[in-house]
Every structure is written in structure tokens, then in C-alpha cells.
């Protein structure tokens, strides 16, 4: 995985922080994220394009966990932030409490990339924003495992 250097958000979570965040949102982050977050925190990736359903996908920025919302702009990639603008688009369940699908990256075109915690790999997922409601969520499935995504960036 090759990001921009000037790119990643300091300072990285560490092991207790990223566990202050799973806590809150009620989830277990596979430990691949895990590891990412803590050397990529926010990165640009220069391989940033990615194929699924013979459509191209280009990911703007990785989403972190900023420690600092007063550094210019940062609040754009916080996945707190951007989890509390689209939440309630983000899921089919009135009553839930935490997270089920994570904004993980900003796509070029508004969507998001996403792991989709509900099952126990942590399956990375598309949410298309133009087609999603509150509460009716419209994703795609685009990679089994974080692992499994990170291979397919061109």
C-alpha cells in the first residue's frame, strides 16, 4: 500500500484510541483497519482507482480517526464527522445503537467506501449516496475482507 506521506492526518491513533472509537460505535474493527488506520490515518493513496461490475471507482481519501478537528479541513475526513452527517442513510435499523456499516473512504462522486460490520470479516462496501434514504441504505458489496480490498487498488 503506497500513500502520499504529506497526506496522512497526525497524529495517528494509537491501540487505546481506536478502541475508544469500537467502544462507541459498538463494533470490532478487523485488524487489518486496525493496523492501517494507525500508519495511514486520512492518507491519499496513490493507487487510488479500484474495478468492481466493470465500473470504475476512485477513492479521494481515506477516512481517519482525527484527534485534532481544528487543523483546516480535517473535520471533512473524521469518520465521527462524516458517520454523523450520513448515519441515519447508512443503515435500515431505526433502533440501532453504534454502527453497523463505516464510512472508511470518500469516493469521487460523493459516495463512500465502507466496511460492513455486521458480518465478522468486516466486508468492504460501496454506499451510494444518490440512491440511499434514511434508513434504506443502497450499497454494494465490493470486496470480502479489507485485505482482499487493498488488492484490488490500481
Given at each position: 500500500?503506497?500513500?502520499?506521506?504529506?497526506?496522512?492526518?497526525?497524529?495517528l491513533?494509537?491501540?487505546?484510541?481506536?478502541?475508544?472509537?469500537?467502544?462507541?460505535?459498538?463494533?470490532?474493527?478487523?485488524?487489518?483497519?486496525?493496523?492501517?488506520?494507525?500508519?495511514?490515518?486520512?492518507?491519499?493513496?496513490?493507487?487510488?482507482?479500484?474495478?468492481h461490475?466493470?465500473?470504475?471507482?476512485?477513492?479521494?481519501?481515506?477516512?481517519?480517526?482525527?484527534?485534532?478537528?481544528?487543523i483546516?479541513?480535517?473535520?471533512?475526513?473524521?469518520?465521527?464527522?462524516?458517520?454523523?452527517?450520513?448515519?441515519?442513510?447508512?443503515?435500515?435499523?431505526?433502533?440501532?445503537?453504534?454502527?453497523?456499516?463505516?464510512?472508511?473512504?470518500?469516493?469521487?462522486?460523493?459516495?463512500?467506501?465502507?466496511?460492513?460490520?455486521?458480518?465478522?470479516?468486516?466486508?468492504?462496501?460501496?454506499?451510494?449516496?444518490?440512491?440511499?434514504?434514511?434508513?434504506?441504505?443502497?450499497?454494494?458489496?465490493?470486496?470480502?475482507?479489507?485485505?482482499?480490498?487493498?488488492?484490488?487498488?490500481?
Amino acid at each position: 500500500m503506497n500513500i502520499k506521506n504529506e497526506s496522512i492526518i497526525n497524529p495517528l491513533p494509537d491501540d487505546l484510541l481506536i478502541a475508544e472509537k469500537e467502544n462507541k460505535w459498538r463494533v470490532k474493527l478487523p485488524n487489518s483497519y486496525r493496523e492501517f488506520l494507525k500508519k495511514y490515518n486520512g492518507g491519499i493513496p496513490q493507487e487510488c482507482c479500484f474495478y468492481h461490475r466493470e465500473r470504475e471507482f476512485m477513492i479521494v481519501r481515506f477516512l481517519g480517526i482525527i484527534k485534532d478537528l481544528s487543523i483546516e479541513g480535517a473535520g471533512w475526513y473524521d469518520i465521527d464527522v462524516v458517520e454523523s452527517q450520513i448515519g441515519e442513510r447508512l443503515t435500515d435499523n431505526m433502533d440501532l445503537i453504534g454502527i453497523e456499516i463505516l464510512p472508511i473512504a470518500e469516493l469521487f462522486s460523493g459516495d463512500y467506501l465502507c466496511l460492513d460490520l455486521r458480518d465478522s470479516k468486516g466486508s468492504v462496501c460501496v454506499w451510494f449516496h444518490e440512491k440511499s434514504e434514511e434508513f434504506r441504505p443502497v450499497i454494494e458489496r465490493v470486496a470480502d475482507s479489507f485485505e482482499e480490498f487493498l488488492i484490488k487498488l490500481r
